[in-house]
């Protein structure tokens, strides 16, 4: 696990957060950790989830905006995620 600030979580690739939050959920649930770094883990963890949960978002919306065209071709338009 990576002792970095939130603004960090910001910058992980959905799947490096995911891999991240899978180990601290596997951690958490051996029940190993000491209670104050069990809370510190389980915010991070917490952020991590949200992080992953806005990234798939955002990845639903671009795929909902792929369109058949009238010629019957596959077609993208703008997602509209710039504002």
């Known amino acids: 696990m ?4 939130p603004a960090d979580i910001a ?3 959905f ?12 951690q958490l649930e051996r029940g190993d ?8 883990m389980y915010e ?7 992080h992953c949960e806005a990234r798939l978002k955002d990845a639903q919306l671009k795929v909902d905006k792929i369109v058949l065209g009238a010629d019957g071709k596959t077609g993208t338009e703008p997602a509209g995620l710039d504002g």
């Not at 990576?2 to 600030?5: K, P, R, V, Y």
């Not at 991070?44 to 949200?50: N, S, V, Y």
């Open 11 to 13: 910058k992980l690739s």
């Open 2 to 5: 990576t002792d970095s600030t």
């Open 33 to 40: 950790v000491e209670l104050e770094k069990s809370i510190a």
């Open 15 to 26: 799947e490096a957060a995911l891999k991240e939050l899978e180990d601290i959920v596997q």
């Open 44 to 50: 991070r963890g917490a952020a991590l989830r949200a």
